[in-house]
Nanobody
């Protein structure tokens, strides 16, 4: 069982930056593929960025070059650095952990990011 707690959301102006954190409880954090998803009002939840156990990353096209996902296995934490934020980045951002051994998946409670002037 893994529990995920996101933090770092809030209100930011267009063009600004924000960093989200996701702290995971439990053991064996290093065997989990970690990801950030987001869901805007009236839209489906979408994958924003993913980082594998080997540190391989991939991003949705709309955030490439602006967002960076990283992980600190010693701290059981995954981060999402968001730069050059746009109003269309406004959404609830969710952290996800996927076990590479059992394929069990876990979600955090979400953190709201609002990009507005």
């Amino acid at each position: 069982q893994v529990q995920l707690v996101e933090s770092g959301g809030g209100l930011v102006q267009p063009g600004g930056s924000q960093r989200l954190s996701c702290a995971a409880s439990g053991s064996f954090f290093s065997i989990y593929t970690m990801a950030w998803y987001r869901q805007a009002p009236g839209k489906q939840r979408e994958l924003v960025a993913r980082i594998t156990t080997k540190g391989i990353t991939n991003y949705v096209d709309s955030v490439k070059g602006r967002f960076t996902i990283s992980r600190d296995n010693a701290e059981n934490t995954v981060y999402l650095q968001m730069n050059s934020l746009k109003p269309e980045d406004t959404a609830v951002y969710y952290c996800n952990a996927l076990s590479t051994s059992t394929l069990a998946g876990y979600w955090g409670q979400g953190t709201q990011v609002t990009v507005s002037s």
